[in-house]
């Protein structure tokens, strides 16, 4: 039989295996990866996607999975640089409204040209 201190070394070591940190590279990696819902880097929450692009009117239907509201910094991460833009006026079927929900689809108002499938992130 094994000594009661042995036994109690080995569970805090195994505890301490499966609290332990994740490794640097893996960090930086979930921090990169554009789908994740929260980039720890800058506090943006992920909350939508671009349907699609108006480019006669410049606005973009974006389908949301978190809320949006009037003055929210949103950045856009699609093809090319990021985004960041203020919403400053947002749609549900051509009404305007001062906030919308998950599952609403928005139109909102951009001065750049938006790309299909982009990633809408909400800024804290």
Avoid: C, W
């Avoid at 893996?26 to 880097?41: K, W």
């Avoid at 910094?73 to 990021?82: K, L, N, S």
Wanted: charged content about 35%.
């Amino acid at each position: 039989m094994e000594n009661i201190d042995d036994l109690i070394k080995d569970e805090e070591e195994e505890r301490g295996k499966a609290d332990a940190k994740p490794s640097k590279n893996a960090v930086v990696e979930d921090m990169l990866h554009d789908d994740s819902e929260y980039d720890a880097r800058s506090g943006a929450v992920l909350i939508g996607t671009v349907e699609h692009f108006f480019s006669k009117i410049n606005v973009a239907a974006i389908r949301l999975t978190g809320s949006l509201k009037i003055g929210d910094v949103i950045e856009v991460r699609g093809d090319g640089e990021p985004v960041q833009l203020t919403v400053s006026s947002m749609q549900i079927e051509k009404v305007d409204v001062a906030e919308a929900e998950e599952g609403d689809s928005v139109g909102i108002k951009t001065d750049t040209p938006l790309s299909v499938g982009s990633k809408i992130y909400k800024i804290n």
